[in-house]
């Protein structure tokens, strides 16, 4: 067992086994790492800024207190550019891809993220993270990467993420080679292995999900929920519901405890048809982590990964989690059921 190791170590020890490695993804990954850190030290004080000032005021100390979501965006924004491993970006704050500036070298690698999702709840402490999804570029040379290199579809992720700012900060990722768990110790300012190569259950009983859009979603979901809540259909368990409203704290949960997360396709906006969530900073990386948890990702009718994006902001409906629990909310979408 390898617990207790530096995400640094224990990317280095399984990148022996592929003699390619540069140094260049290590770099990358160090820099949202550092990143993850500053940003998780301005949640921590967050319930501090009544005390200190309101948003965009001045805190007493006369400094401008700003938003956690664009601190950390920006925070983000400024560790990337300055790696000098990253040839395009874009986040889930701004509608167009974020420029190197010319005086930093540009690397191979895109980097799409969520900088603080789950925003909503911050003010009642709740958790919340950061996603990341990670590509490697397809224009050739070493200028600035551009859309082409960012619309990849998710089974091109080489790595993806989150970090979640919760009880303690903890980082989940995966590279392809498993998925592995990593908290933050805040006195030797290290995340540290806790959970090797994480496994999600194939059937669990959780269901996250707003129960709230219920009358606005297809027959086929209304049909799936009513079926989990059905004392009479059989379950080998109960269903029981957990929602936080926080993708990486709902995710996180059903992935070490077993369960499925729906975010399903409403007909609440007409302007979103698809439902909430962003293929690309959100579905994407967290279909790479189910994937590689040995878990699976679904819209429904498509494998998440499969999907050809269109646009950076693109909205997919997202039905996530254990394989056999996916399976049969398909079966009931399709109206197979
Ligand atoms: P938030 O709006 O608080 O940022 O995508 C954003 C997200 O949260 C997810 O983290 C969360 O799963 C979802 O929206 C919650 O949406 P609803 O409030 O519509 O349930």
Same mark, same amino acid.
């Given at each position: 067992?390898?617990?207790?190791?530096?995400?640094?170590? @224990?990317?280095?020890?399984?990148?022996?086994?592929?003699?390619?490695?540069?140094?260049?993804?290590?770099?990358?990954?160090?820099?949202?790492?550092?990143? /993850?850190?500053?940003?998780?030290?301005?949640?921590?004080?967050?319930?501090?800024?009544?005390?200190?000032?309101?948003? &965009?005021?001045?805190?007493?100390?006369?400094?401008?207190?700003?938003?956690?979501?664009?601190?950390?965006?920006?925070?983000?924004?400024?560790? %990337?550019?300055?790696?000098?491993?990253?040839?395009?970006?874009?986040?889930?704050?701004?509608?167009?891809?974020?420029?190197?500036?010319?005086?930093?070298?540009?690397?191979?690698?895109?980097?799409?993220?969520?900088?603080?999702?789950?925003?909503?709840?911050?003010?009642?402490?709740?958790?919340? &993270?950061?996603?990341?999804?990670?590509?490697?570029?397809?224009?050739?040379?070493?200028?600035? &990467?551009?859309?082409?290199?960012?619309?990849?579809?998710?089974?091109?992720?080489?790595?993806?993420?989150?970090?979640?700012?919760?009880?303690?900060?903890?980082?989940?990722?995966? /590279?392809?080679?498993?998925? @592995?768990?990593?908290? %933050?110790?805040?006195?030797?300012?290290?995340?540290?292995?806790?959970?090797?190569?994480?496994?999600?259950?194939?059937? &669990?009983?959780?269901?996250?999900?707003?129960?709230?859009?219920?009358? =606005?979603?297809?027959?086929?979901?209304?049909?799936?929920?009513?079926?989990?809540?059905?004392?009479?259909?059989? @379950? =080998?368990?109960?269903?029981?519901?957990?929602?936080?409203?926080?993708?990486?704290?709902?995710? =996180?949960?059903? %992935? %070490?405890?077993?369960?499925?997360?729906?975010?399903?396709?409403?007909?609440?906006?007409?302007?979103?048809?698809?439902?909430?969530?962003?293929?690309?900073?959100?579905?994407?990386?967290?279909?790479?982590?189910?994937?590689?948890?040995?878990?699976?990702?679904?819209?429904?009718?498509?494998?998440?990964?499969?999907?050809?994006?269109?646009?950076? =902001?693109?909205?997919?409906?997202?039905?996530?989690?254990?394989?056999?629990?996916?399976?049969?909310?398909?079966?009931?979408?399709?109206?197979?059921?």
């Amino acid at each position: 067992m390898n617990l207790g190791m530096t995400v640094i170590e @224990h990317l280095l020890l399984t990148q022996k086994e592929t003699p390619a490695a540069t140094g260049a993804f290590t770099r990358l990954l160090n820099g949202l790492i550092v990143a /993850a850190k500053i940003i998780s030290r301005e949640v921590n004080k967050a319930g501090l800024v009544n005390i200190l000032g309101f948003t &965009g005021q001045q805190n007493v100390q006369g400094e401008q207190v700003r938003k956690l979501d664009d601190y950390a965006n920006d925070t983000i924004i400024r560790r %990337l550019q300055t790696c000098g491993e990253v040839c395009a970006m874009a986040t889930e704050e701004d509608a167009d891809l974020i420029s190197i500036p010319r005086q930093y070298r540009k690397g191979n690698y895109v980097v799409i993220f969520d900088p603080l999702d789950g925003s909503s709840n911050i003010d009642a402490n709740v958790s919340i &993270g950061t996603i990341f999804s990670i590509f490697r570029r397809l224009t050739p040379g070493d200028g600035e &990467g551009n859309l082409e290199d960012a619309l990849q579809p998710g089974y091109n992720q080489v790595a993806a993420g989150y970090f979640i700012y919760g009880s303690s900060t903890v980082m989940v990722y995966t /590279a392809g080679n498993g998925v @592995h768990g990593f908290t %933050l110790d805040p006195s030797v300012g290290e995340f540290l292995l806790s959970e090797e190569n994480i496994r999600i259950p194939a059937r &669990g009983n959780i269901f996250s999900v707003n129960e709230g859009n219920y009358n =606005h979603w297809d027959e086929g979901v209304q049909k799936y929920i009513n079926f989990l809540k059905d004392p009479q259909a059989g @379950h =080998h368990k109960a269903y029981t519901s957990r929602y936080i409203g926080s993708l990486v704290a709902d995710f =996180h949960r059903n %992935l %070490l405890y077993g369960g499925i997360f729906l975010y399903p396709a409403d007909h609440r906006d007409p302007r979103k048809p698809a439902g909430k969530l962003r293929l690309m900073c959100e579905a994407n990386p967290m279909a790479l982590v189910v994937e590689q948890a040995g878990g699976a990702a679904s819209t429904g009718h498509q494998r998440i990964l499969d999907i050809i994006p269109q646009e950076l =902001h693109q909205r997919v409906p997202l039905i996530i989690g254990s394989k056999e629990n996916v399976k049969t909310a398909e079966e009931f979408i399709q109206g197979m059921r």
